[in-house]
């Protein structure tokens, strides 16, 4: 049986996947040489988080002896217990907007960073996130005199220049990432997670509409990060259905089990700490469907990437290796027996050749293993997405 590689040029993309989308710049290329905008929206309703247990609030996760990570709340999430007057914060914003002007274009023509107006605007959220019952349709005027604050008002000064003259990526600033729906808590040693990736979850929802029993089945998002895939996952699935996340980071997996706790979701998504298959070898051979956003970085190019993301984003996450696919002829082959008959695989890739690379390789898998190998274009139009059927 001959497999074909096809192109997907007319996917269903849902409002919300275009909408947040809107931020994405015409000249991106490459999901991982360029840090997006941190897309903000209204701060989540008090509905959408469960309210932080003791262990929570105190930062710290431990799920063994040896590994204890200290976890970093999002900004919007802490309470106000600082406190500063209108004229000290008004004199923040001042200087922070000298400091964003002054980069003008230059980061944008050294390595596609940011520019000027992208750090103009990142103010205005910083501030949203800060500053208790402030919103970016104020005017400044309008605040009282006395402000409360989730952070200090000394804090705001070196998160500040730490963004501006160390490029430290705006989401690890303010502790969250907007992703789909969600707001993911982010932090050093893990993965931002892009927009792109948010057509696997609308690839996946597609998948299960033509077949309905894969979401009443076990599903595995392997290099989870912060949970992005898990959780978006989960709330397709049926009562049955559940998700297992995997990741060698210790940082991502206590990461992505605080995201999953934040949404009350334990009893749908199991996040375990190892490299690819190992850790889910009791459910080999039943996986209804597989997600994977693995590192596809070629590593003689992480040194170029942006420096938001080369210099600042684990490199466990970007490095693919030589040609960057050795992580993705790994999946390719260890899906083969995670499967079971019927079962979904789906790949983000660097785009391009690498994804051509990786859909022959699942066209040439011994055994014709897989069937209706495509590559999927993703809203840019890059050729982004690997994915197929377990035969």
Not at 302 to 324: C, F, N, T, Y
Not at 329 to 344: E, M, T, Y
């Amino acid at each position: 049986m001959v497999c074909m590689a096809s192109f997907f040029k007319h996917m269903t993309i849902p409002e919300i996947g275009l909408c947040l989308n809107l931020y994405l710049r015409p000249r991106i290329h490459e999901s991982r040489h360029i840090h997006r905008s941190y897309r903000r929206f209204s701060s989540p309703s008090a509905k959408t988080f469960l309210p932080l247990s003791k262990a929570q609030a105190g930062l710290t996760l431990g799920w063994n002896q040896e590994k204890s990570i200290k976890l970093q709340v999002p900004l919007f999430e802490r309470k106000p217990i600082f406190s500063t007057n209108l004229h000290d914060l008004i004199e923040w914003r001042k200087w922070a907007q000298e400091l964003a002007n002054s980069v003008g274009s230059r980061f944008l023509e050294t390595d596609g960073g940011p520019e000027s107006k992208d750090l103009l605007r990142e103010i205005e959220w910083l501030l949203e996130d800060t500053v208790d019952g402030y919103s970016t349709h104020s005017a400044m005027h309008e605040l009282p005199a006395d402000l409360a604050l989730r952070t200090s008002i000394e804090d705001l000064y070196v998160l500040w220049r730490e963004r501006v003259e160390k490029r430290r990526p705006f989401q690890y600033i303010v502790g969250c990432a907007h992703w789909r729906d969600l707001v993911l808590a982010v932090q050093e040693g893990v993965l931002i997670p892009r927009p792109e990736t948010e057509q696997l979850i609308d690839i996946a929802q597609n998948v299960m509409l033509r077949d309905g029993t894969l979401a009443k089945g076990v599903w595995a998002d392997l290099g989870t990060g912060s949970g992005a895939l898990a959780i978006g996952l989960s709330l397709l699935l049926e009562a049955q259905g559940r998700v297992v996340a995997v990741d060698l980071s210790h940082v991502a997996v206590s990461v992505a089990r605080y995201n999953v706790e934040r949404y009350g979701l334990q009893a749908l998504v199991d996040v375990r700490q190892g490299s690819w298959f190992s850790p889910i070898q009791d459910v080999n051979g039943q996986l209804a469907g597989l997600l994977s956003n693995p590192p596809y970085i070629p590593s003689d190019q992480i040194s170029g990437l942006q420096s938001e993301v080369g210099k600042h984003e684990p490199r466990l996450a970007l490095d693919g290796g030589i040609e960057g696919f050795s992580d993705l002829v790994l999946l390719c082959k260890g899906a083969i027996s995670a499967l079971r008959p019927g079962g979904f695989v789906g790949f983000e890739t660097n785009g391009g050749r690498q994804a051509e690379v990786i859909a022959d390789n699942l066209c040439s898998t011994s055994e014709n293993s897989f069937r209706d190998v495509q590559i999927i274009a993703d809203y840019a139009g890059i050729p982004r997405f690997v994915t197929a059927l377990r035969c």
